[in-house]
Nanobody
Framework: QVQLVESGGGLVQPGGSLRLSCVAS????????MGWYRQDPGKQRELVAVISSGGYTNYADSVKGRFTISRDNAKNTVHLQANSLKPEDTGVYYC?????????WGQGTQVTVSS
C-alpha cells in the first residue's frame, strides 16, 4: 500500500516563501503523476500544480510565476516551492499520487499566510 507523507507547512508572512515536500513509500512514484491541491474550510479541494512522470508541469492561474513543482525520482519525493505568498494561498495542502486507477492522497499540511 502506497503512503504519502507531506511536510513543510507553517505560518509565513505575506511575501514570504515555503517549500512543501511529499515523500511516497513505494517506487510506483516514478511512473506516477504527482499533484498538489489546496483546500479551504467549507470548499472543494482545488488543483495547485501537477507534474507528470515525464516532468511536464501545469499550474493553477493563481500561482503561475510564484510556485514551482518539481520531483526527485531517486528519493520518491515531490516538492512545491511557493514564493511571494499571499493570504489567499492559505489552506491545507494535499499531495496526490495518480497512476492508472490508483489514486493516493497524503494527510495534508497547513499553510497559513498572515502578518
Amino acid at each position: 500500500q502506497v503512503q504519502l507523507v507531506e511536510s513543510g507547512g507553517g505560518l509565513v508572512q505575506p511575501g514570504g516563501s515555503l517549500r512543501l515536500s511529499c515523500v511516497a513509500s513505494a517506487n510506483v512514484f516514478r511512473i506516477a503523476a504527482m499533484g498538489w491541491y489546496r483546500q479551504d474550510p467549507g470548499k472543494q479541494r482545488e488543483l495547485v500544480a501537477v507534474i507528470s512522470s515525464g516532468g511536464y508541469t501545469n499550474y493553477a492561474d493563481s500561482v503561475k510565476g510564484r510556485f514551482t513543482i518539481s520531483r526527485d525520482n531517486a528519493k520518491n519525493t515531490v516538492h512545491l516551492q511557493a514564493n511571494s505568498l499571499k493570504p489567499e494561498d492559505t489552506g491545507v495542502y494535499y499531495c496526490k499520487l495518480e497512476v492508472g486507477r490508483l489514486e493516493v492522497w497524503g494527510q495534508g499540511t497547513q499553510v497559513t499566510v498572515s502578518s
